[in-house]
């Protein structure tokens, strides 16, 4: 659940221009182009799962922070910091786990699907709505091991970002992503994505 729910805060700020007849890969690119002009960014989040009879297993609400190639992420508790070398994933009480990011062509991150340079290598997509406030493009991933068949992300056109995913994963339940109070001319230092073990100690560093 903590990859999908990462792979889904990396849909968060891809920025799209709004013409109504852009192809899903043509917004796409633009998310890509037009991504590079946010110095930094902020939104709350919210993120609820139903079962494959439609029950609901529950909402989580969160924070994250992007910069460039660097994300921050409040779940509860629990804190995910990466400055694009490393990522941290901190329990908000006594531990915390440090990875090198793994930028292979089989891990989703914020970083790699924010470039925009995803789609042909780990996703195929498919324009499903250019009708309304919103476009609804459907994304697939090439590789049959992912343990979701596919993702829709709702492209708001007056705000020309994506403020709404859904997954639907191959065990039967359905994942919905929101976006709200969004900040795209953030100023946030670097420091923000680092996790500071003098400012937590007594936490357990493990590598």
């Known amino acids: 659940m903590k990859k999908l729910f990462v792979t889904l805060l990396s849909f968060s700020f891809l920025t799209v221009s709004s013409f109504a007849q852009n192809s899903a890969k043509e917004v796409l690119n633009k998310v890509s182009n037009n991504l590079k002009s946010i110095k930094g960014a902020t939104a709350n989040f919210s993120y609820s799962t139903k079962d494959h009879n439609n029950h609901s297993l529950g ?9 460039g190639n660097k994300y921050f992420i409040k779940q ?15 329990n908000g009480s006594d531990e915390v ?10 891990t989703l991150n914020p ?29 697939t ?10 993702v829709e992300v709702y492209v708001s056109k007056s705000k020309n970002f994506i403020t709404k995913a859904t997954v639907w994963e191959k065990a039967g339940n359905t994942v919905s992503f929101n976006m709200s109070n969004v ?16 400012a937590h100690p007594g936490v357990d560093v493990i590598n």
């Open 59 to 67: 909402t989580i609400n969160g924070k994250i922070a992007l910069k």
């Open 76 to 90: 509860g508790d629990n804190e995910i910091y990466c400055n694009g070398k490393k990522t941290w994933n901190f």
């Open 183 to 198: 900040n795209t001319h953030a100023s946030l230092p670097d420091s923000k994505f680092t996790f500071d073990t003098k």
């Open 111 to 139: 970083q790699k699907l924010l470039s925009g340079n995803f789609v042909d290598n780990d996703f195929t997509s498919k324009m499903i709505s250019s009708k309304g406030s919103f476009y609804v493009i459907e994304l």
């Open 97 to 106: 786990t440090v990875n090198d990011v793994d930028n292979s062509g089989g």
């Open 141 to 150: 991933p090439t590789d049959p091991r992912k343990n979701f068949k596919k």
